[in-house]
């Protein structure tokens, strides 16, 4: 099973709980950290296999730009990312049921599906679904607290954008699953009561807990979920977005919410997809009216660099000059070959440092 969902939506709490619950996480796994001290729940091989491609495709974890599943596709069509998924994963098929729980998950959906296929495992998708604006802050208190101000402002309007591609691309890979192939759960549904979100996840998935969730007896998610887990509790009062990105990340917000009762309600569906591809033309529509701006600050940036290179070659110059000089001057007092000879040598070592 694939754990997956922006950043910060609360996929490490939820792989951490179904770890608890009798599922296995793939070891060795990502260590815990400042960001995340109870633990990612992620496998480190996967986090690496992810990330590595992603950068060769120059493509971030929340990546806004409509063509970035493009460019991934592209890096991975040769073959080798399936061919290295299915080393790993047959070497990791002696449980009968795995978490593999990594954000970046869903851009790599068709190496997945076909790995899975090859290999005759039932590929089934989790989505943790978080408010966009409690994400966004979510990810400045863990990754950009010492940045400025009007940097992080300048941020927010990317993170939400980047959050709406990221929540329709996870959707739209996921409806590829057969029955018992997918499920959505609420990261504030799993924090206040993980018993009662988890059943519809534990019926539409079909999955084999080790304790019953109708039974009201301690167990250790009780003590893994806490409420101290809820770090940031930001809404679109604290965020400054467009009007109309904000609204939209509010309707996928909501629609995905829908989606945890029925993965797959057919008039949900249609909806994201009329906001999918609104999402893309406004993008296009946002890159156009830049573009002048774009342009003058890339023929700004260029006339400062040649502004440079020209100083730099006058005082090479200068530096060339005076050198001639100085040789002209040390052939006549030096006299001999040798002489002279240290006197070159002198001067490089000094040119040197």
């Known amino acids: 099973m694939l754990v997956s969902g922006s950043g910060r939506s609360g996929t490490s709490s939820l792989a951490g709980s179904l770890a608890r619950l009798g599922l296995r996480v793939p070891g060795p796994q990502v260590p815990p950290s400042q960001t995340n001290p109870r633990g990612f729940y992620e496998p480190q091989w996967v986090t690496a296999f992810h990330k590595g491609y992603l950068r060769e495709a120059i493509v971030s974890n929340i990546d806004s730009r409509p063509e970035a599943p493009a460019r991934v596709a592209e890096v991975v069509a040769s073959g080798e990312a399936h061919a290295r998924l299915r080393e790993w994963l047959s070497g990791q098929l002696e ?47 863990a990754y950009r607290q010492d940045t400025p101000e009007h940097v992080r402002r300048a941020k927010e309007t990317s993170n939400v954008a980047g959050w709406v591609h990221a929540a329709l691309l996870t959707e739209q890979v996921g409806r590829t699953a057969g029955p018992h192939g997918r499920a959505f759960v609420r990261y504030d549904d799993l924090l206040d009561d993980w018993r009662t979100a988890l059943v519809p996840v ?30 940031s509790q930001l809404t679109w009062d604290d965020l400054s977005t467009p009007d109309w ?72 110059r200068a530096d060339l000059r005076r050198t001639r000089a100085e040789l002209q001057y040390a052939r006549g007092r030096e006299g001999s070959p040798r002489a002279l000879g240290g006197w070159i040598g002198r001067k490089w070592r000094s040119l040197l440092h």
Not at 118 to 135: I, M, S
Not at 251 to 276: K, N, T, Y
Request: negative net charge; proline residues 5%.
């Open 245 to 316: 990105l904000r609204e939209m990340a509010e309707e996928v917000w909501e629609l995905l919410g829908r989606l945890v009762a029925e993965p797959a309600d057919p008039v949900v569906l249609a909806r994201l997809d009329e906001i999918h591809a609104d999402y893309d033309a406004r993008y296009a529509e946002a890159v156009a009216l830049t573009f002048d701006h774009t342009e003058a600050a890339r023929q700004a940036r260029a006339r400062v660099v040649r502004a440079q290179m020209r100083e730099r070659i006058a005082v090479v």
């Open 202 to 231: 534990q019926e539409q998935l079909a999955l084999p807990f080790t304790a019953r969730l109708a039974s009201r007896e301690r167990h250790p998610v009780d003590d893994f979920l806490t409420p101290q887990l809820r770090h």
């Open 95 to 141: 449980h009968p049921m795995l978490v593999v729980k990594d954000p970046h998950a869903f851009w790599f959906a068709e190496v997945w599906r076909d790995v899975c296929a090859e290999l005759g495992v039932d590929l089934k998708w989790l989505t943790a679904v978080r408010h966009p604006a409690e994400v966004v802050g979510s990810r400045d208190l």
